[in-house]
């Protein structure tokens, strides 16, 4: 894809939030402060075999079409687990499953549903930047429910989350939420301590910086790229050897 730059612990009044980390726990196993709040899991698209398999056997990416469905399953499990009664809110890109599934013939929108109804989570179908955008800003009541967790499964470059990376295109994303138009959030969705991670590849580079003078939030992000290839065991994504997570 062409990167030029433009492109609580019940359920209550309040949740115990403070930084959530990969494994579930509350970071140093001490809670910060009790807001209510909403946690917030987005899931991107996967990429269509029709286009994957004119790359190199090693380039190729989502032979598996759930590596970003499994993983965000895992984190929700974990949160569920480590503050129980948090409401979360998975928001998966619909347009990209809906081409996928029609290219294996399989009711992979039933399956993301069932992972609904099992973990009891408010699911959000999204198509458009716009529509996650206008979610994260006022899915609900901002002035009540801040937004605690945010956390991103899915392909990425260093300047924009891209939600149908070689879904429609080769090697290309029509549909991407680009480090400009995070000035669209609105910061006072966010809880001033909230928990922020993409896991997808290089945000650390550019994004995760763009993400932080916009909301006023930190995020982590990988320097280098991400690898979804354990996802099977039920493990979320580790950073490649050569690279390493920042905030």
Same mark, same amino acid.
């Given at each position: 894809?062409?990167?030029?730059? +433009?492109?609580q612990?019940?359920?209550? $009044?309040?949740?115990?939030?403070?930084?959530?980390?990969?494994?579930?726990?509350?970071?140093?196993?001490? #809670?910060?402060? #009790?807001t209510?709040?909403?946690?917030?899991?987005?899931?991107?698209?996967?990429?269509?075999?029709?286009?994957? %398999? @004119?790359? +190199?056997?090693?380039h +190729?990416?989502?032979k598996?079409w759930?590596?970003?469905?499994?993983?965000?399953? /895992?984190?929700?499990? %974990?949160? %569920?687990?480590?503050?129980?009664?948090?409401?979360?809110?998975?928001? /998966?890109?619909g347009?990209?499953?809906?081409?996928r599934?029609?290219?294996?013939? %399989?009711?992979?929108?039933?399956?993301?549903?069932?992972v609904?109804?099992? @973990?009891?989570?408010?699911? /959000?179908?999204?198509?458009?930047?716009?529509?996650?955008?206008?979610y994260?800003?006022?899915?609900k009541?901002r002035?009540?429910?801040?937004? /605690?967790?945010?956390?991103?499964?899915?392909h990425?470059?260093?300047?924009?989350?891209?939600f149908d990376?070689?879904?429609?295109?080769?090697? #290309?994303?029509?549909c991407?939420? &680009?480090?400009?138009?995070?000035?669209?959030l609105?910061?006072? #969705?966010?809880?001033?301590?909230a @928990?922020?991670?993409? $896991?997808?590849? &290089?945000?650390?580079?550019?994004?995760?910086?763009?993400? +932080?003078?916009?909301?006023?939030?930190?995020?982590?992000?990988?320097i280098? *790229?991400?690898?979804?290839? *354990?996802? @099977?065991?039920?493990?979320?994504?580790?950073?490649?050897?050569?690279g390493?997570?920042?905030?």
């Amino acid at each position: 894809m062409t990167t030029a730059p +433009r492109f609580q612990t019940f359920r209550y $009044w309040g949740i115990l939030c403070c930084l959530l980390v990969a494994g579930g726990w509350f970071g140093g196993g001490k #809670a910060v402060a #009790a807001t209510p709040g909403e946690y917030i899991i987005v899931s991107g698209g996967p990429s269509l075999l029709e286009w994957e %398999q @004119y790359r +190199r056997e090693s380039h +190729r990416h989502d032979k598996w079409w759930g590596n970003f469905i499994r993983t965000a399953r /895992v984190r929700m499990e %974990q949160i %569920q687990k480590s503050a129980p009664g948090t409401p979360i809110t998975w928001l /998966v890109y619909g347009p990209g499953y809906q081409r996928r599934a029609a290219e294996e013939g %399989q009711p992979l929108l039933d399956n993301i549903t069932s992972v609904r109804d099992k @973990y009891g989570i408010n699911l /959000v179908w999204f198509r458009t930047e716009d529509e996650l955008i206008n979610y994260i800003n006022a899915g609900k009541d901002r002035r009540v429910t801040k937004v /605690v967790g945010f956390e991103y499964f899915g392909h990425s470059n260093k300047y924009c989350f891209v939600f149908d990376y070689s879904n429609e295109v080769l090697g #290309a994303s029509k549909c991407f939420l &680009h480090e400009d138009d995070l000035k669209r959030l609105d910061r006072n #969705a966010f809880y001033r301590k909230a @928990y922020c991670r993409s $896991w997808g590849c &290089h945000t650390g580079e550019s994004f995760s910086a763009a993400f +932080r003078r916009a909301t006023g939030v930190k995020m982590i992000g990988a320097i280098g *790229k991400t690898d979804y290839s *354990k996802t @099977y065991l039920l493990t979320l994504p580790t950073v490649s050897p050569e690279g390493r997570w920042v905030d």
